[in-house]
């Protein structure tokens, strides 16, 4: 039985979805607003739209000026920051527990008075976030990735959007996105720390209460395709670099398979007993280092890349064929073993709890989980974790793990382009 986080939840009257975790360890709370709103709530012409909101929601209020609430954040001694996914947008900070009803009404105005100071300078940052994305052989090769190995779904655009579609984005379109998207009903408020959830409730009855912003989110409708053959790219930058990618579809989230999937993938690439690095990098030696790159909470269906760095003077198909091999030979005659799965699991427990250790990290692992299932899914995690049987991994690898769902991906050098 794992330890439970302690939830309480409630739902105000404009549909603000209110989780209080009561952790009365050091004197401190976080709050966090957290959007379900990301790049898969995007259209073609608007990619990145939702990342240049998430930095133009610091530039102030009606109340407040350009940058003024993490000045006021810093002031209490505190911190606060944002990001955007595929899934969602989240903004957090953590203070001394004695500022929280400031921080409730500062987050308050944000979501209701937001205005977007500095829009064209603003949009040069993200534009040059873009260029530094496109410079960089490694963001390059995953947004190369996902527009192979996706077709249809928005999850085939990178979060921050293509370089086309920012130059073009309106003022209007950001406003557009924020009426859309930044309403109660499409929210959760997480308040996690050294606070009496009573008292928490009533704090976000007072601020968040009034704000009658009408939710008229639109669904995403498209759904993937199923793939029928393998798929192939071959990417080109400067340098030496060499990497190459083999991915595969794999289920959301709350999909039953889901578990199986996370732990076997955990076993082939997380640590030096992972089949993938004992095989490329200590008994073959083609490949320096081996990694994994995924969005394992997901809304939809998305996609998971194995890769490995190619040592000089290596082929890259000898490590394209013995990634393959390795990876879907777990479904056929080499299954996980019960002593790799507790192995994987012990690891995955580990940094689990460690996630925990500040009011803000603990925030963002209730926050995660809740907007893509339910606020309580985090207490289910371990559980679903600890249910899956070697057969279960073996059964999703050969529903999964085969060469009609795989794409291939090769990051090369430009000289090999050019011989």
């Known amino acids: ?27 401190l709370v976080s709050v966090q607003v ?41 002031r209490m001694g505190g911190m606060d920051n944002a990001f955007t996914s595929f899934n969602m947008t989240a903004y957090w900070s953590e203070v001394p527990s004695r500022h929280l009803e400031t921080l409730l009404q500062m987050e308050a105005d944000r979501m209701a008075n937001a205005v977007f100071r500095e829009f064209e300078e603003e949009k040069a940052v993200v534009l040059e976030e873009r260029r530094l994305g496109e410079n960089s052989p490694w963001e390059a090769f995953f947004d190369t990735f996902q527009a192979t190995a996706i077709v249809a779904h928005p999850y085939r655009n990178p979060i921050i959007g293509w370089r086309s579609d920012l130059e073009q984005i309106t003022l209007e379109d950001v406003q557009r996105h924020y009426e859309t998207f930044y309403s109660p009903a499409n929210a959760l408020l997480l308040i996690v720390g050294d606070v009496e959830a009573d008292r928490a409730f009533a704090l976000a009855e007072r601020y968040f209460g009034p704000i009658q912003k009408p939710a008229r989110v639109p669904p995403v409708r498209t759904q993937e395709p199923p793939q029928e053959g393998e798929r192939r790219f071959r990417l080109y930058r400067p340098g030496s670099l060499t990497v190459v990618g083999v991915g595969y579809h794999i289920p959301r989230y709350r999909d039953p398979a889901f578990p199986a999937i996370h732990l076997l993938s955990d076993v082939l690439v997380s640590g030096r007993s992972a089949r993938l690095y004992r095989k490329l990098v200590l008994e073959a030696g083609v490949a320096s280092s081996v990694g994994i790159w995924t969005d394992w909470i997901s809304v939809d269906p998305f996609i998971v890349v194995f890769y490995a760095v190619v040592q000089p003077g290596r082929s890259p198909e000898e490590a394209e064929a013995l990634l393959i091999q390795e990876i879907e030979a777990t479904g056929r005659d080499r299954p996980l073993t019960s002593e790799e799965l507790q192995r994987v699991l012990n690891r995955v427990t580990l940094g689990f709890y460690r996630g925990q250790q500040t009011m803000a990290g603990k925030g963002m692992l209730i926050g995660e989980f809740a907007v893509v299932e339910d606020p309580e899914a985090v207490n289910r995690y371990l559980d679903r974790l600890r249910a899956v049987t070697p057969e279960a991994t073996r059964e999703v690898a050969r529903r999964y793990f085969r060469e009609r769902n795989r794409t291939v991906g090769y990051l090369l050098p430009e000289q090999e382009a050019e011989a």
């Open 34 to 74: 957290w959007y379900r709103v990301g790049s898969r709530n995007e259209h073609e012409g608007i990619t990145g739209v939702s990342h240049l909101l998430e930095h133009l929601m610091f530039k102030g209020t009606r109340k407040l000026g350009p940058q003024e609430f993490s000045r006021i954040v810093q």
């Open 1 to 27: 039985m794992s330890h439970r986080i302690p939830l309480v939840t409630k739902t105000l009257a404009n549909g603000l979805q209110v989780v209080v975790s009561e952790d009365r360890s050091h004197p």
